[in-house]
């Protein structure tokens, strides 16, 4: 199994900052990489795909960035609505979620 | 509208199996895959597997190979997971996720709204 981690776990943050997620893989995963927000009791919500690909409806404040192993999820000017859970995703091998980074409020 | 139904949540004690349904609407079945995903209470999201709607071929994760098992009747758009030899640590939250293909990076992008499954003696 390729193994994902994500960094950091958790952030505190203001409305209006800038936010930078980072997810590393285990190997080379081609930029078969995704992410996810999920808030409480809510299923997960796709944002990126291909690394850096935006789904269609979601905000152009959402970005995401990186090749072969180091990835990045960027928020820009982060909205009271961006408050959760960001996941990562590599679908290169198999399937294999990152650990999340919790993203709350300062 | 694109939408992933699941059935309702289950009680069941330990070693028991049990089946959850995902129904799919606005959408033509056989042209996506299902995932299967579960969250535990308070972790992240684990993924199980994947079925292909269109030719019933599936991808497991090594963890639950001997013990899952995903079908699908494309008569009712309807996929399935069945979990048998139930543990306590089964107990999660189950979800269902559409996808394409690699090239869409096999990204779930519509989600069942989740499927409580409780292990309790």
């Known amino acids: 199994d390729i193994q994902m981690t994500q960094s950091p776990s958790s952030l505190s943050a203001s409305i209006g900052d800038r936010v930078t997620i980072i997810c590393r893989s285990g190997?080379?995963?081609?930029?078969?990489l995704n992410w996810y927000q999920q808030k409480p009791g809510k299923a997960p919500r796709l944002l990126i795909y291909?690394?850096?690909n935006l789904q269609s409806g979601v905000p152009s404040r959402f970005s995401g960035g990186g090749s072969g192993t180091d990835f990045t999820l960027t928020i820009d000017s982060l909205q009271p609505d961006d408050f959760a859970t960001y996941y990562c995703?590599?679908?290169?091998?198999?399937?294999?979620f990152g650990p999340g980074t919790k993203v709350e409020i300062k | 509208q694109v939408q992933l139904v699941q059935s309702g949540a289950e009680v069941k004690k330990p070693g028991a199996s049990v089946k959850v349904s995902c129904k799919a609407s606005?959408?033509?079945?056989?042209?996506?895959?299902i995932h299967w995903v579960r969250q535990a209470p308070g972790q992240g999201l684990e993924w199980m597997g994947w079925?292909?709607?269109?030719?019933?071929?599936?991808n497991y994760a090594q963890k639950f190979e001997a013990w899952v098992t995903m079908t699908r009747d494309t008569s009712i758009s309807t996929a399935y997971l069945e979990l048998s030899r139930l543990r306590s640590d089964d107990t999660a939250v189950y979800y269902c996720?559409?996808?394409?293909?690699?090239?869409?990076?096999?990204?779930?992008?519509?989600w069942g709204q989740g499927t409580l499954v409780t292990v309790s003696s």
């Open positions: 996720a559409r996808s394409a293909d690699i090239f869409k990076g096999l990204a779930g992008d519509y």
């Open positions: 606005g959408y033509t079945f056989t042209d996506y895959y």
């Open positions: 079925i292909s709607a269109n030719n019933g071929g599936t």
């Open positions: 190997q080379n995963i081609n930029n078969y």
């Open positions: 291909i690394a850096s």
């Open positions: 995703q590599q679908t290169y091998n198999g399937v294999t």
